[in-house]
């Protein structure tokens, strides 16, 4: 039976498993010969074997082996709190706790001694927010840039040249680590997101200083500032049920919960940043997975930006990528009534032009007709007021949904779901989003340049005042998972674009990092990636297809850090592209500070972040099938 007329048939479980990718878990139960099966795996069976038994190169979804490593907590938050909750809204109870318990990883009751015996001695645990912060969001300052000069990160070039672990902590019920960290002073604000708590550790050996449980989980980077006008400095956070949270920085205390979304189904998927008491929060969208549903009716949400009071998390302005859906008078062939425009998510971590009173914000594919202007776009906000100034149009008509093959109908050889029923009418189904944020660079005379990375392997610089196209650069012909994924960074002079590609054969291939000059447009350096399974890298699962480089890069001193797919840390000479060392993170055997198993795996999302003389790497991402793991690194010069 076909895909599409499996998910028709009964439930939405198919639909669910297929976004898998986004990061569920999996459990092989084993019964005796005359014991029936649970009602789960008849689901899986029936609804979800046809996409993860043996998924398409390239395909979002999780092999069955990527499957049987989540927890229980996790699957069922994402289905009724998460990305998946428009999915998860179809099933009734039995239906949920069948999924939920036939895919989750069996595990001891975790309690809190991970946190507890790891525990900073009593005269330890103080939180010293007098210091600069070394960084204050995912782009480290408002600009994106992902630069840290060799104050800010206590590190020069010489000491990235010579990184080793100084220690490990393993996270509960985790095989991906997704939100990077902010340090200040010599405590790093950490968010464990699988395992549901907001962490200050002390940089230096790992133990915590205080432990925040959070009602569900925080996928993404802190931000830290100072909470309204006269607060407290606090750090911010997205939960996977919409909810923003806010911390008192010095104690764990939590401030206000507040919802900042105009679509309550949309994900909080990029981080947020503070500025001037205010904080500035991308919303994403969650049609593009819901639509998989063939009795969805596709499609009705879209992306915006939103500005919320740091002192309580009202909501001040809101941005739109565009008007709200209206019925098209139309249905697709599961008899669902189609609904549009919708899509344009904003899923990257916005940037700030503080002098110039400018938000900067980056956009992905339309989810259903009629095609508008502002997806796949970088766009232009007054900062004041949330009114456009401008936006640039990377790529029309780039109308897509899971339900779609991506690219050429023909050529792609998937059947077309119900809710891809425009897919004759012009789409160039691509899905290529802007994943990364756009960065601001500042150029000489005030000339500044807006830089953005996207999953076509584009690279673009733009005026920063008009949105005109200065040059452009595309590195290889992208994927739906980048091209630039995650983020890209500039030293000051040149702009570094990581190119993931996972599963494009080698000789057209372009993963690795690729650096252009920001002011002529013309190409610095390159350097190629290369797959290594010898050795303990034979352990890595996916040593041999996804070794690119999707992961935001990040700038110290006059060194760039990139991490691979496969677990790498590779530290480059910033103006040369030379390899200074490498780390190789997921062959790695760990003794974590915390004494619960640890092993590491892909680097991805926020992977790299640094302070107080230490680089951290989130080592394990089992999202769109890569290598999971669960362990915090920290890495220090070699004494």
């Known amino acids: 039976m076909g895909l599409w007329k499996q998910v028709a048939g009964g439930g939405v479980a198919a639909a669910a498993m297929a976004l898998a990718g986004l990061g569920l ?3 092989a139960q084993a019964q005796a010969p005359d014991e029936a099966p649970p009602p789960g795996k008849a689901v899986y069976d029936q609804f979800c074997a046809a996409c993860h038994d043996a998924p398409e190169a390239g395909s979002r979804a999780a092999p069955v082996a990527t499957l ?13 709190t998460g990305v998946m909750k428009p999915i998860g809204d179809g099933l009734d109870r039995n239906q949920l706790r069948a999924v939920v318990a036939y895919l989750a990883k069996p595990e001891a009751p975790v309690g809190t001694a991970w946190i507890d015996d790891n525990r900073c001695a009593e005269g330890q645990r103080a939180v010293d927010l007098a210091p600069k912060p070394a960084q204050t969001s995912f782009g480290v300052d408002h600009d994106n840039s992902r630069r840290m000069s060799a104050a800010q990160a206590a590190l020069k070039t010489a000491d990235v040249a010579k990184l080793e672990v100084a220690w490990a902590l393993a996270m509960p019920r985790t ?11 010599q405590t790093l604000f950490y968010p464990a997101g699988q395992a549901n708590h907001i962490l200050a550790l002390d940089t230096k050996t790992g133990c915590v200083k205080w432990a925040t449980p959070t009602p569900s989980q925080v996928r993404n980077t802190l931000a830290y500032g100072r909470l309204g006008k006269g607060g407290p400095l606090g750090l911010v956070g997205s939960e996977a049920s919409g909810n923003l949270i806010a911390l008192d920085a010095a104690t764990g ?35 593009v997975g819901a639509a998989m549903r063939p009795v ?9 930006v939103a500005a919320v009071d740091g002192k309580d998390g009202k909501v001040l302005w809101t941005w739109h990528t565009m008007e709200d859906a209206k019925p098209l008078g139309r249905t697709n062939s599961a008899g669902a009534a189609a609904f549009g425009p919708s899509g344009a998510p904003v899923w990257s971590s916005p940037s700030v032009d503080v002098e110039k009173g400018v938000v900067y914000a980056s956009t992905g594919e339309n989810t259903s007709p009629p095609a508008t202007k502002t997806s796949d776009a ?3 906000i007054d900062l004041a007021t949330g009114k456009q100034r401008w936006v640039f149009q990377a790529l029309a008509n780039d109308v897509w949904n899971m339900s779609c093959p991506v690219g050429s109908v023909a050529a792609s050889g998937r059947p077309v779901g119900p809710n891809c029923y ?26 500044d340049i807006i830089l953005g990375g996207q999953k076509s392997g584009d690279v673009w610089g733009l005026d920063a005042a008009t949105g005109e196209v200065l040059w452009r650069h595309q590195f290889g012909k992208g994927t739906a998972l980048g091209g630039v994924h995650w983020g890209i960074a500039t030293d000051g002079v040149r702009v570094f674009a990581p190119i993931s590609d996972p599963n494009v054969p080698a000789d057209r291939s372009a993963a690795g990092m690729h650096a252009v000059d920001v002011v002529s447009g013309k190409v610095a350096w390159q350097w190629r990636a290369a797959p290594d399974c010898e050795g303990p890298r034979a352990k890595v699962s996916t040593c041999r297809t996804r070794y690119g480089l999707s992961a935001a890069p990040l700038v110290i001193d006059g060194a760039l850090l990139a991490g ?16 200074l060392h490498m780390v190789d993170t997921a062959a790695t055997a760990y003794q974590p500070v915390n004494k619960i198993p640890g092993n590491g795996g892909s680097i991805d999302a926020a992977g790299l972040f640094a302070g107080d003389g230490m680089v951290f790497v989130n080592s394990g991402y089992a999202s769109f099938g890569q290598a999971g793991g669960n362990v915090l690194v920290a890495l220090r010069p070699k004494r």
């Open 68 to 80: 049987r490593t989540m927890s229980a907590q996790t699957i069922n938050a994402a289905l009724t």
């Open 422 to 447: 425009f897919a004759a009418e012009g789409s160039v189904l691509l899905d290529h989003d802007f994943g990364a944020g756009p960065v601001i660079f500042r150029g000489k005379g005030g000339r």
């Open 25 to 27: 878990g999996s459990l």
């Open 175 to 185: 095989s991906g680590l997704r939100g990077g960290g902010v340090v200040v002073g």
């Open 253 to 287: 205390k939590i401030l206000w919960r507040a919802d900042p979304r105009h679509d309550k189904t949309a994900p909080l998927s990029g981080s947020p940043l503070i500025h001037d008491g205010k904080i500035i929060v991308p919303i994403s969208g969650s049609d």
């Open 378 to 380: 970088i766009a232009a």
């Open 564 to 579: 691979s797919l496969d677990g790498r840390l590779w530290v480059f000479d910033a103006a040369t592209g030379k390899v």
């Open 296 to 304: 969805y009716e596709c499609c009705k949400g879209h992306g915006a």
